[in-house]
């Protein structure tokens, strides 16, 4: 069974940072497209940030860029994102999510189950 | 930068069909999926690819895209369809969230 386990979530304060982790089981993670997506209270889903099997090719929204940093470790099965300069419009539930594609098409077949980041003082 | 606009509410009687919106520039020339999510829980994919339903996802779910419109179907909507459901698509390196839209079943 794929499971997806976020953790790493709290409460910082702005300017602060924070290191959220993925734990992945059930599938091959080396082979693998992994994604960070976030979601704050009442509002929709947001995509943060991208990172291919062998972590070649990273993305990031432009909202992140610069001060979230997307990282894995295949031997360890996890994901990760390291935040930084944190501010209150980073408050949010960030979902991990395992990337696949059938043809040409790509989409996120699983996701965790969210880590609640809250930034305020 | 790419935008996916969706409407924010749709409401539908149980039994009838409910069609959910995703406009986007040439949103046709791109593959689109969609999300519902409920309510405390993550997402779940219901249409990839368009028009492809993943394993379990019920008949009921549709999907179309051409020009710039992407269209979610739910025929025979039932009371445990109401959530809010997100398109997607991948443009120039970024993946885009339509901003979702709540399906109420009164």
């Known amino acids: 069974e794929v499971q997806l386990v976020e953790s790493g979530g709290g409460l910082v304060q702005p300017g602060g940072s924070l290191r959220l982790s993925c734990a992945a089981s059930?599938?091959?993670?080396?082979?693998?497209?992994m994604n960070w997506v976030r979601q704050a209270p009442g509002k929709g889903l947001e995509w943060v940030s991208y990172?291919?099997?062998?972590?070649?090719?990273?993305y990031y929204a432009d909202s992140v860029k610069g001060r979230f940093t997307i990282s894995r470790d295949n031997a360890k099965n996890s994901l990760y994102l390291q935040m930084s300069s944190l501010r209150a419009e980073d408050t949010a539930v960030y979902y991990c999510?395992?990337?696949?594609?059938?043809?040409?098409?790509?989409?996120?077949?699983?996701w965790g189950q969210g880590t609640l980041v809250t930034v305020s003082s | 930068s790419y935008e996916l606009t969706q409407p924010s509410s749709v409401s539908v009687s149980p039994g009838q069909t409910a069609s959910i919106t995703c406009s986007g520039h040439?949103?046709?020339?791109?593959?689109t999926c969609w999300y519902q999510q409920k309510p405390g829980q993550s997402p779940v994919l219901v249409i990839y690819?368009?028009?492809k339903r993943p394993s379990g996802i019920p008949e009921r779910f549709s999907g179309s895209n051409s020009g710039n419109t992407a269209t979610l179907t739910i025929s025979g909507t039932q009371a445990m369809d109401e959530a809010d459901y997100y398109c997607?698509?991948?443009?120039?390196?970024?993946?885009?969230f339509g901003g979702g839209t709540k399906v109420t079943v009164l």
């Open positions: 990172i291919i099997s062998d972590s070649s090719t990273i």
């Open positions: 059930g599938f091959t993670f080396s082979n693998y497209i």
């Open positions: 040439k949103l046709g020339n791109k593959y």
């Open positions: 690819e368009d028009t």
């Open positions: 999510a395992r990337e696949v594609y059938d043809n040409s098409a790509y989409f996120f077949d699983y």
């Open positions: 997607q698509a991948w443009d120039s390196g970024t993946w885009v």
